[in-house]
């Protein structure tokens, strides 16, 4: 018999620091780039913002500390909280996408011929650029070409001027919004009721759930991420609406469709602009109003991911 | 034989120069931003530069066009960083943070010269701190410019006083068009009311004094000018809707005569030939007196050209900017660009509106205002031109914004 041959495993070359950490290295190499910008582009701004917020200045000459005198101002400024009221409106109306993302989703998925082709009809304001939209409904909405006002006519309701009256003008820009951020939240449906297990469809019908308590207790459970996800761009959408106030308004009339995104560009950027604290300053706050719920968002998903 | 003929170029050029400055021999780049891209600007200054490249054949000369709106937050860039060597800008108070943050060159020894002669009309508009910062090209008259035919149908003749003025608007309403198109939507349009009103009540100093933060604004002078601005509003003299407007969305009430009038700048002009209105349809006159006795005050912006402190090539913009305020220049340019020359012995255009605008604005014997936002300090003008907007759709909140324009003047002043 041959004698048993003994394979010796190889001896273990002499390993380096990158051969023996590699495994825990090339996940922070490949999020190198990503870190990096995050941090010049994210969060430095973040701390440079508080800074600035500190300081009287007007973008060129020299800046002068102040301590907090920015913010005192900030809380006497009628316009300030005519801005942080309006972006209440946004937050609470845009939320509206959501339920009318669903509806839209639910009705769009069927078997039918030709259903692509409707599906992304519906999606097709979400590919659009905010600024086309926004200009768009402004067309709509003027009272001496736009097409509303004939509209209207027809239902015998009186002339209307959404964007020149104060007490119109954030709801029919919110509206203009809302045309997109629908679209976008019946994408994510779409998506989610995809993975809606039909077996317990059948299950639940076998037991008699039909119509909205089919809905409520079997679909929805289902399309719970769906959901967290349509929540959390639709609230971070509705705080930083900016390009629609500019595009729509100009925040006017009298700045009565001011939001804080676009106040802060007006007091720091604009053409009369010259506050570069002021708008830090405002700046701030969006920030710390957003933290809650980021904050919130964040908690959620630790929880959800020890859960698991 | 190449040598000797750019030598003797050369010489040419060495004697000439010691007659005529403005050919001296200039070389390397010379970057021009310049801050409109409308037909007719963009033409004006493309000639300029044209004429002057061809006395300096050396020069690289480099125009790059900025679009009008676009100009006004970009110029804090490219003051700070990779400035050009002459940029194009506004003249009054709108130059101050610019030049208080050192970033526009002082010009003041082209002014010494032949040139500050010429153009003395519009120096003090270019004088901040005793020193000037820029060199004007143009400028043009505000007024009121209406539908003579309208005007002739209803047997009316343009007002000379305020008691006319409103009769005039009057027989308009009755005839069921309004008196005055406007569209306030960028809200400059209400400045100008606001200017002529306060001008014609109260007179130039008193407007210069408020706009430079002097008097306050819960003062009852400036609720005097207000009440004369509610006279109109309360006879529905404005068209109806017109926050939602710009003011070329305002333009069609003139031209299609559901309006009469547009207290407009003379740059109206061009849109209305545009739009197919003949010089028998459209007529203009000065805004009437108010306060009798008052010297006539007009509003005439000008437009300028600067050097950037930090700019590379500043013997050839120094040259340019001379060229740019000669009397052939200004003739030229702006024949082209359908406005008023400001050196005095340029020749003016013959039509009919640039005509009335240099006879009206030579006898301006109360002064010459920039415009609002040009007067009054950036953050006053901004905060000022809404709260005119707001009075016009809600005359009752008077109080409320004279006293939040107040506070904001409290506030520069504090600063």
Redesign the interface.
Same mark, same amino acid.
Request: hydrophobic share 15%; no cysteine.
């Given at each position: 018999m041959a004698a048993p041959i003994i394979t010796e495993p190889a001896p273990p070359p002499a390993r380096g620091y990158w051969r023996s950490n590699q495994m825990k290295l090339a996940p922070w190499l490949f999020l190198a780039p990503g870190i990096v910008f995050f941090a010049i582009y994210v969060i430095f701004p973040i701390f440079q913002s508080f800074h600035i917020s500190l300081y @009287?200045w007007?973008? /060129? #000459?020299e800046a002068r500390y102040i301590g907090m005198q920015n913010y005192e @101002?900030l809380f006497d400024d +009628?316009a300030f909280y005519t801005s942080l009221w309006n972006n209440v409106r946004w937050l609470v109306l845009y939320l509206l996408a959501i339920p009318g993302g669903l509806f839209i989703a639910l009705f769009l998925n069927q078997q039918v011929r030709g259903i692509r082709l409707y599906k992304s009809l519906f999606f097709f304001p979400f590919v659009i650029s905010q600024v086309v939209v926004g200009l768009v409904f402004a067309w709509f &909405? =003027? +009272?001496?070409i736009g097409l509303l006002n004939p509209i209207l006519g027809l239902f015998g309701a009186g002339p209307v =001027?959404i /964007? #020149?009256? +104060?007490n119109t003008v954030t709801y029919g820009i919110i509206a203009a919004g809302l045309w997109p951020q629908v679209a976008y939240c019946m994408i994510l449906y779409l998506t989610g009721l995809n993975a809606v297990d039909p077996e317990q469809v059948e299950a639940a019908r076998l037991d008699g759930a039909k119509g909205w308590r089919m809905l409520w207790y079997v679909i929805l459970p289902q399309l719970r991420p769906a959901t967290f996800i349509a929540v959390v761009v639709t609230v971070i959408g509705a705080l930083r609406s900016f390009d629609m106030v500019s595009v729509m308004? %100009?925040g #006017? +009339? *009298? !700045?009565s469709s001011r939001v804080l995104a676009y106040y802060m560009f007006?007091v720091s /950027? %604009?053409? &009369? !602009? *010259? @506050?570069m604290g002021y708008g830090a300053a405002i700046a701030v706050i969006l920030f710390l109003i957003m933290l809650v719920y980021i904050a919130f968002f964040l908690w959620r998903m630790w929880r959800e991911e020890r859960g698991v | 034989m190449q040598f000797t003929l750019k030598s003797a170029a050369a010489a040419l050029a060495m004697t000439t120069a010691l007659a005529v400055p403005a050919s001296a021999e200039l070389t390397g780049d010379l970057r021009i931003f310049f801050n409109d891209q409308n037909p007719a600007p963009r033409a004006a200054i493309e000639g300029m530069v044209e004429r002057f490249q061809e006395m300096h054949p050396d020069l690289n000369i480099e125009l790059t066009l900025i679009d009008r709106e676009a100009n006004k937050t970009q110029i804090r860039n490219y003051l700070t960083a990779n400035a050009p060597d002459v940029n194009g800008w506004y003249a009054g108070n709108r130059m101050r943070p610019y030049v208080n943050a050192g970033l526009f060159e002082d010009v003041s020894d082209l002014w010494d010269g032949p040139m500050g002669e010429e153009l003395a009309s519009t120096r003090p508009a270019l004088t901040l701190d005793g020193k000037q910062w820029g060199v004007p090209y143009t400028y043009y008259q505000w007024g009121i410019y209406y539908r003579s035919d309208i005007y002739e149908e209803l047997g009316l003749t343009p007002a000379t006083t305020w008691e006319e003025e409103i009769a005039n608007c009057q027989a308009i309403l009755d005839s069921g068009r309004k008196c005055y198109t406007i569209g306030t939507r960028f809200l400059w349009t209400a400045g100008g009311w606001f200017d002529y009103l306060n001008l014609r009540t109260h007179g130039y100093d008193f407007h210069m004094a408020l706009t430079a933060n002097e008097i306050p604004w819960t003062d009852d002078r400036v609720r005097e000018t207000f009440d004369n601005w509610r006279t109109l509003i309360d006879m529905g003299a404005f068209i109806d809707n017109h926050t939602a407007y710009t003011w070329q969305e305002a333009q069609p009430y003139l031209v299609n005569g559901q309006a009469a009038a547009y207290l407009m700048g003379n740059f109206l002009v061009e849109p209305l030939r545009d739009a197919g209105l003949t010089d028998d349809q459209v007529g203009f006159y000065q805004f009437p007196e108010i306060t009798p006795g008052i010297p006539m005050a007009e509003d005439a912006p000008t437009d300028t050209l600067h050097i950037p402190a930090q700019a590379q090539n500043k013997e050839a913009a120094r040259e340019f900017l001379l060229y740019v305020a000669s009397a052939e220049n200004q003739t030229i340019a702006n024949e082209v660009l359908g406005q008023l020359p400001i050196n005095s012995n340029a020749t003016v255009a013959d039509d009919k509106f640039i005509q009335a605008g240099f006879e009206m604005l030579s006898n301006a014997t109360g002064g010459i205002a920039q415009f609002f936002d040009r007067d009054a300090d950036a953050e006053m003008a901004s905060a000022g031109m809404e709260g005119f907007q707001e009075f016009m759709v809600m005359p009752d909140n008077l109080d409320a914004i004279l006293n939040r324009l107040e506070s904001v003047r409290q506030r520069i002043l504090e600063d």
């Open positions: @009287r007007d973008g /060129l #000459g @101002r +009628p &909405y =003027n +009272p001496s =001027n /964007l #020149g009256n +104060p308004t %100009s #006017g +009339p *009298f !700045g007006e /950027l %604009s053409e &009369y !602009g *010259f @506050r | -």
